[in-house]
């Protein structure tokens, strides 16, 4: 079975990774694509540390015991809520695996999704398997988490 990469860069901008995140988990659940549409995000460092830091304030505010939920919500501090947005990069990096008799599917799916609202603005890159770069995409892939 041979992979497609496909590569997008959001630039920090983790509201819209995670909107990405969203519409891929719904097609592959609409159109049962479980083992032929695999994604993984590639952070860098300081968006990591970013987004542990947001997540160690938002445990260290206090919470009165007669506060309602409506109440608390607006209690979390400003820097927790920008979490990771406008630090460090975040890379989506997506393989598609499709068998020699899908290539019709395949096609499809390839000539789709950088063209839908997330993916657009994400600088896509598409990597096939005669492509130079196929070999170090297919190792970054296989190493991210």
Same mark, same amino acid.
């Given at each position: 079975?041979?992979?497609?990469?496909?590569?997008?860069?959001?630039?920090?901008?983790?509201?819209?990774?995670?909107?990405?995140?969203?519409?891929?988990?719904?097609? *592959?659940? /609409?159109?049962?694509? !479980?083992?032929?549409?695999?994604? $993984?995000?590639?952070?860098? =460092?300081?968006?990591? %540390?970013?987004?542990?830091?947001?997540?160690?304030?938002?445990?260290?505010?206090?919470?009165?015991?007669?506060?309602? *939920?409506? /109440?608390?919500?607006? !209690?979390?501090?400003?820097?927790? $809520?920008?979490?990771?947005? =406008?630090?460090?990069? %975040?890379?989506?990096?997506?393989?598609?695996?499709?068998?020699?008799?899908?290539?019709?599917?395949?096609?499809?799916?390839?000539?789709?999704?950088?063209?839908?609202?997330?993916?657009?603005?994400?600088?896509?890159?598409?990597?096939?398997?005669?492509?130079?770069?196929?070999?170090?995409?297919?190792?970054?892939?296989?190493?991210?988490?």
């Amino acid at each position: 079975m041979a992979h497609i990469y496909m590569q997008f860069d959001f630039a920090g901008d983790e509201e819209k990774a995670q909107l990405a995140r969203h519409k891929l988990e719904v097609w *592959k659940q /609409a159109f049962r694509l !479980d083992k032929k549409l695999i994604y $993984k995000f590639e952070r860098s =460092e300081e968006a990591v %540390v970013a987004t542990e830091e947001a997540k160690a304030a938002e445990a260290e505010t206090p919470k009165a015991k007669g506060k309602t *939920k409506a /109440a608390t919500k607006g !209690d979390t501090p400003k820097s927790a $809520k920008g979490g990771a947005k =406008e630090t460090g990069k %975040v890379h989506l990096i997506l393989r598609l695996g499709f068998s020699s008799h899908e290539k019709l599917t395949e096609h499809r799916w390839v000539e789709r999704i950088p063209t839908e609202a997330p993916f657009v603005s994400a600088a896509p890159v598409t990597i096939k398997t005669d492509d130079a770069k196929f070999a170090d995409m297919e190792k970054r892939f296989e190493d991210l988490e």
